[in-house]
């Protein structure tokens, strides 16, 4: 089955997915995080991508973040492809690519979903059982969202500012959304839907995506359709 091409849309929110090849591990170290973070704030800067949200999981990586240019996205990925492989490789005597095949990407509908889909991603060390509470786990943007510890790689998106009418305001009433866990439907939505690629939000909003980028943007119905 031939695959749809990229979302190429500017400014509109994407959930990305790096997962490490056959499962294996892309972080070994502290430092290995610290590196990786390094490279994605250094990419996104050049590549005019704005971070809203992240987490570094020992085998997989979520990122949150808005276009400013189409090609965005995948720059920046590309720009982490080099860099950061190339550390690895070097510090662990490997070769080739780290990551399992293409990213994984979906567009959301910021206004409904990016809060959400937010939480989902700062939430994954606590599904994983890595740790007990989102602010126990060092890397990922919880402490910059939920606590007001700034971290000058992330831009507020326009639902967070909406929050509060400071800093401190906006990241108190963040953290108390986290008072209400993620149910297991919205969890499996937002990872359905970016694994296969099918945009994050109601029917009106995939109908102006699909007008946008020219490629279907969710999944088509199954079986066969009824005869007239």
Not at 5 to 18: G, K
Not at 171 to 185: C, V
């Amino acid at each position: 089955m031939a695959r749809l091409p990229r979302y190429s849309i500017i400014n509109q929110p994407q959930h990305v997915i790096l997962q490490g090849r056959k499962g294996q591990s892309v972080f070994h170290q502290q430092q290995d995080y610290q590196y990786f973070h390094d490279c994605l704030d250094a990419a996104a800067y050049n590549y005019n991508l704005k971070l809203h949200a992240y987490v570094l999981m020992p085998d997989h990586v979520h990122v949150l973040a808005t276009p400013g240019n189409a090609d965005s996205v995948s720059r920046v990925v590309q720009s982490i492809g080099r860099n950061y492989v190339q550390y690895f490789n070097e510090c662990y005597d490997g070769s080739g690519t780290l990551w399992e095949g293409r990213y994984r990407a979906t567009v959301i509908d910021g206004k409904h979903y990016l809060l959400t889909c937010s939480r989902y991603i700062e939430l994954n060390p606590v599904r994983n059982q890595l740790v007990d509470k989102p602010q126990d786990y060092h890397w990922s943007s919880y402490a910059h969202n939920a606590l007001a510890q700034t971290d000058e790689m992330f831009t507020a998106a326009n639902e967070y500012r909406k929050l509060g009418d400071s800093a401190a305001e906006c990241a108190k009433a963040y953290r108390k959304l986290f008072q209400a866990k993620l149910s297991q439907q919205q969890v499996q939505e937002i990872t359905d839907a970016t694994v296969k690629g099918w945009v994050l939000g109601d029917s009106k909003f995939v109908r102006k995506i699909e007008k946008l980028s020219g490629r279907r943007a969710s999944q088509l119905p199954k079986g066969r359709p009824r005869g007239s």
